[in-house]
């Protein structure tokens, strides 16, 4: 094999490696300043904060006595308080013993237990509150669509742009009332995928009906990363015109070929700036979570349809924001727990589990489609990496957390003995975690 025909493979690796990077740097970041923020509030010192491990690559002091620092291998982080023996907090018994009272109130182990339990889950609640801030800024960036549905610009077809402006103001579809988006999709579910739909809008202040084509057509709005639609070349804004030789006129069509296909090859032809291109792939098997609850198993090929116009947009109020940004987390918290409960019982596959290889070429795919699209993939991972932290195994922030509560109940921490062996066991339970989600990203289809 040639040097040369490896580049673009080598380039595709990079930029992945790149963009996880970046990722998981800006999420360890975040997580551990939460840590470090709050201890020092609550009167522990942090001695060193790291980004990345191993040999150091550049520090400085600041004026609090904290070494910050930038290590060669930029997987991870930690701070170490005053103390501490290792990244996890491990207790340094020599260095504790040569304390006075003052300087041991300033420690991580000598500090009060209030003190320790709101710094160690201030990590995992700072990865909450950046993915929640980061749902409101993209929402103000995207906009909130304006109701009464209103057009805002026209999206190209091959058949050419409908009757409908930007600014008409849809009242209804076929003679039902679209007051709202939610009227919009109910009104939707009745309509013939084929054949022209009676459009009654409002129009510079006048009320006209127009014949105008089907809401949702078989246009492609966005591509879902390391996907079969994105490994196959689809692009948004893509109109599919035929699967399989059958033509389709909406995107349910195509979403019902699909779903019948139950993972077979399919073949589509989509239209793309005025000419017809014709992809191979193969729908995956995926388990979606339910809005209320539970979880679905779908054949997809990682794509979503939108209407066959941009909707006219405001600028959300910052409460409605707020809103947003905290609900989308929620759910992911929530979807994230569901779908863990419904792998340990055997109701959804454990390929669902990714490792690191897998959130990587996530992570680059994510990249690929955008800064916006990254800096998505950034809230969603950020909270699911608090979430991670949060379980009640030793060596992570949850392990702690537990540790104080049986302290908070008991009125004493557990030996240090007991803590030496139980976090042995929880790093043997995180490590095998690992490597069964690294297997995951090998074996899974």
Known sequence: MEVVSLIPTFGGFLYTAIAFVVALSVIVAV?????????RWSGIHAEVFSIGFGPVLFSRHDQHGTRWQVAALPFGGYVRFLGDSNAASGKDGKALEGLDADTLRHTMHGAPLWARTVTVAAGPVANFILAAVVFMVLLFA???AVEPPTVGEMMPLPAGLTQLQEGDRILALNGQATPDYEALYSAVENLPVTGDITYRLERDGEEIELAGPYPFPPRIE?????SAAMEAGMKSGDVIVAVDG???SAFTQVQDVVTASEGAPLTIEVWRDGETLSYELEPRRADLP???????????IGMTGGLVFEPETRIPGVLESLNYGVSQTWFIMRSSL??????????ISSCNLSGPLGI???SGAAASQGALSFIWFIAVLSTAVGLLNLFPIPVLDGGHLMFYGYEAIVGRPPSDKAMRVLMTVGLALLVSLMVFALTNDIFCP
Not at 31 to 39: A, L, S
Not at 222 to 226: G, L, V
Not at 290 to 300: A, D, I, N
């Open 31 to 39: 997580h551990e300043y939460g840590h470090y923020i709050v201890g």
């Open 142 to 144: 995207r906009g909130v």
């Open 222 to 226: 966005s591509i879902q990363p390391d």
């Open 246 to 248: 059958q033509p389709v």
């Open 290 to 300: 339910l809005p209320e609850g539970g979880f679905e198993t779908r054949w997809l």
């Open 338 to 347: 569901s779908g863990l409960y419904h792998m340990i019982t055997g109701a």
């Open 360 to 362: 990587a070429e996530t």
